[in-house]
């Protein structure tokens, strides 16, 4: 039996607010950065929250979410000379 487990650097025991708040830090730090690693990041904690069992997120809120992450990794991809 093979699972299928991604390796992300958030701890397991994030609940959605708090999620949604290291995204905020996250994209603030970025700004003073413009690191594509802080960029890669925030993805990988957008990813997080949407697919976290207590978000509870509507259709558009999601749909936001899963826009920003495309933002997002076009950032963290934007920029490999400075990785």
Do not use: K
Request: proline content about 6%; hydrophobic content about 35%.
């Amino acid at each position: 039996m093979s699972t299928n487990h991604q390796s992300t650097t958030v701890a397991p025991g994030n609940n959605p607010d708090g999620l949604r708040e290291r995204v905020a830090q996250l994209i603030r730090h970025y700004v003073d950065t413009r690191s594509p690693a802080i960029a890669a990041s925030v993805v990988r904690h957008i990813e997080q929250l949407c697919d976290h069992p207590g978000f509870e997120g509507d259709s558009h809120e999601r749909c936001m979410f899963l826009r920003l992450r495309a933002h997002w990794r076009w950032l963290a991809a934007s920029h490999p000379a400075s990785r």
